[in-house]
C-alpha cells in the first residue's frame, strides 16, 4: 500500500497560487515590452523604408524632369523653322521668330511661352510638349488670356494660339482643334503637320 500523500495546506497553497500569479504577472510585462519593443522596431523600419522610397521617388522625378525639358528643347528647336513654313501656308504670314519668348516682363508679371513666332499685325504663340494632355490645353489657353499684358508688343496684334507635341494623350488634340487651337503634331524626324480649327481662336 502506497504511503498517503500529504496534502498542502492552505498557507503553502496560498503562496503557491501568489508565486505562479506574479510569475505570470512578469511574463505578462515581458510579453508587453517585447511586443512595445516590436512595435518600434516595425515603425523603425516602416519610417526608414518610407524615407527611401520618398528620395528615390523625388530622384526619379527629377531624372523625368530633365529627361521632359531635354526632349521640349529638341522639339522647340525642331518646331521653329517648321510653323514658319506650315503657317505661312495657312496664310499667317509670320516671317520672324521672336527671340524673347522667355524673358519679357511688363507691370512685375512674367511669363513664359516656348515658341512665338510673328510680323507686324500677327503673332503666332506655340506651347511645346512631349506628350500634351487636355489640362495642358487648357492651361495654355489660361495663359494666353493674360499674354498681351505680359507681351506687351503684341497689343496690337491678332494673335493665334497653337500647341506642337510628339505625342497626344487622349485624343487631346482634337479637344485642342475644338478649343481653336492650331495644331502641330510630330510626324517624322523634323518633320510636323499642322491641323488648322474649324473655328480659330484669337486673342
Known amino acids: 500500500m502506497l504511503p498517503q500523500q500529504e496534502l498542502p495546506t492552505w498557507a503553502e497553497l496560498k503562496t503557491m497560487i501568489l508565486a ?4 505570470m504577472r512578469e511574463t505578462e510585462r515581458q510579453m508587453r515590452e517585447l511586443n512595445e519593443d516590436t512595435k518600434r522596431q516595425i515603425k ?16 526619379m522625378k527629377d531624372l523625368q524632369g530633365l529627361f521632359t525639358t531635354q526632349w521640349e528643347k529638341l522639339v522647340e528647336a525642331l ?16 516671317d520672324q521668330i521672336y527671340q524673347e519668348a522667355r524673358h519679357d516682363k511688363y507691370l512685375e508679371n512674367e511669363m ?43 497689343e496690337d496684334c ?15 488634340d ?18 510636323f503637320s499642322l491641323t488648322e480649327p474649324k473655328e480659330r481662336e484669337c486673342f
Open 20 to 23: 505562479h500569479s506574479e510569475q
Open 79 to 94: 518646331c521653329r523653322p517648321a510653323a514658319l513654313k506650315l503657317f505661312r501656308e495657312k496664310g499667317i504670314k509670320i
Open 158 to 172: 491678332t494673335v493665334y494660339p497653337a500647341i506642337a507635341a510628339l505625342k497626344f494623350d487622349n485624343s487631346s
Open 44 to 59: 523603425e523600419m516602416q519610417e526608414k523604408t518610407d524615407r527611401q522610397m520618398r528620395d528615390t521617388d523625388n530622384r
Open 174 to 191: 482634337i479637344y485642342a482643334l475644338k478649343k481653336g487651337l492650331f495644331v502641330m503634331r510630330a510626324t517624322g524626324e523634323g518633320v
Open 112 to 154: 513664359e511661352v516656348d515658341v512665338i513666332l510673328c510680323n507686324t499685325t500677327e503673332a503666332v504663340a506655340v506651347e511645346v510638349k512631349t506628350t500634351c494632355k487636355k489640362k495642358d490645353v487648357d492651361y495654355f489657353l489660361k495663359k494666353m488670356r493674360q499674354f498681351k499684358k505680359i507681351f506687351h508688343r503684341f
